[in-house]
Nanobody, 127 residues
Framework: QVQLVESGGGSVHAGESLTLSCTASGLALDFYAIGWFRQAPGKEREGVSC????????YYADSVKGRFTISRDNAKNTVYLHLNSLKPEDTAVYSC????????????????????WGQGTQVTVSS
């Protein structure tokens, strides 16, 4: 069973930045599109961003557009999510997953098209 591993979360103040990492053993992350998701307490999981495995095409949810940047380093088999200008409403558990069957990232992101979520990494933003 494929499972990705997230890291890099933490507790920061509003306006600060974090970089999250997504990696996997036994799975090349450059085969299908990779998505980042987040789930706040009492809310459904939402798609935040995704990146294609082919042309580097990306997608961002409106709530993070202009503040978050997704990137990948195929040599390190890692996908990153750079979180800038963080807000308290960004507080959530962030997790990554691989698309089930497409290489090109398209939005909006549906959780039903992705699999392999890890345990996630907690991001807490205080005002």
């Amino acid at each position: 069973q494929v499972q990705l591993v997230e890291s890099g979360g933490g507790s920061v103040h509003a306006g600060e930045s974090l970089t999250l990492s997504c990696t996997a053993s036994g799975l090349a992350l450059d085969f299908y599109a990779i998505g980042w998701f987040r789930q706040a307490p009492g809310k459904e999981r939402e798609g935040v961003s995704c990146i294609s495995s082919t042309d580097g095409n990306t997608y961002y949810a409106d709530s993070v557009k202009g503040r978050f940047t997704i990137s990948r380093d195929n040599a390190k088999n890692t996908v990153y999510l750079h979180l800038n200008s963080l807000k308290p409403e960004d507080t959530a558990v962030y997790s990554c997953a691989t698309h089930l069957n497409v290489r090109r990232c398209q939005g909006p992101i549906s959780v039903f098209d992705y699999a392999g979520w890890g345990q996630g990494t907690q991001v807490t933003v205080s005002s």
